[in-house]
């Protein structure tokens, strides 16, 4: 099963990807707090086991080129709180994606660093999704990545104290949000909406190519 949208402004050349990726996986040890499972029925209508469910994921992913296991493991990880594994498993995904497709892979992996505190690698991974090219313009409406990750490298440069030296950049980047993403201006200058609660959209619906 294929989840959603991927990291798009993902470097063209597969060194540039290997080496974003390595940085990324490099800041990203401590676990976040364990919230627990998300049940999901099996075939008969009863609650999957979480164990099982781990595992049948875990050999969907060994050794295969399918990005896509690799994102269901990530997410399965994070639900279940080991955050190592899961930025271990998001990085896989991202590096085996080709290049400025997806967003849900590399926007979930700059959540999930926001709400660890690795700032600088937050701030790449939203920087690579605001980067992508959609094929669509119609896209950058439709994928709530583009503007999720717009506010989210906002904030994060106002708590790395860089607004005042990038105030060129956010100002492209509110025109960006403004314009081509459909964003307004109240939310342009809330807080990400993970940093007051866990992210409640399923990911694991099919991806749309961009």
């Known amino acids: 099963m294929r989840p959603e949208a991927r990291p798009e402004g993902a470097p063209a050349s597969p060194v540039a990807r290997l080496l974003l990726v390595g940085a990324l996986l490099a800041t990203g040890g401590c ?14 209508g009863a609650p999957a086991d ?5 595992a049948a994921l875990e050999r969907r992913a060994e050794g295969g080129i399918d990005p896509w ?3 269901e493991l990530a997410l399965a990880h994070e639900e279940r709180g080991d955050a190592e594994r ?16 997806y967003t849900a892979p590399v926007f979930r992996l700059g959540v999930l660093h926001d ?19 959609a094929g669509d313009s119609r896209r950058y409406r439709e994928n709530p990545h583009y503007r999720l990750a717009a506010v989210g490298l906002r904030a994060v440069w106002e ?17 960006r949000f ?33």
């Open 31 to 44: 676990a976040e707090p364990h919230r627990g499972p998300v049940q999901r029925p099996d075939k008969a």
């Open 50 to 54: 979480p164990a099982q469910e781990l």
């Open 69 to 71: 296991p690799h994102y």
């Open 86 to 101: 899961a930025i271990r498993e998001y990085g896989k995904a991202i590096n085996l994606l080709e290049p400025r497709t």
């Open 115 to 133: 709400r660890l505190g690795n700032l600088e690698a937050a701030a790449r991974c939203f920087q690579e999704v605001v980067a992508t090219v």
């Open 159 to 175: 708590d790395l104290g860089q607004s005042d030296r990038r105030q060129d950049e956010l100002a492209a980047l509110r025109e």
């Open 178 to 210: 403004l314009r081509d993403f459909g964003g307004g201006d109240e939310e342009w200058a809330a807080p990400p909406p993970w940093r007051a609660a866990p992210p409640a959209a399923d990911d694991r619906a099919p991806p749309d190519r961009q």
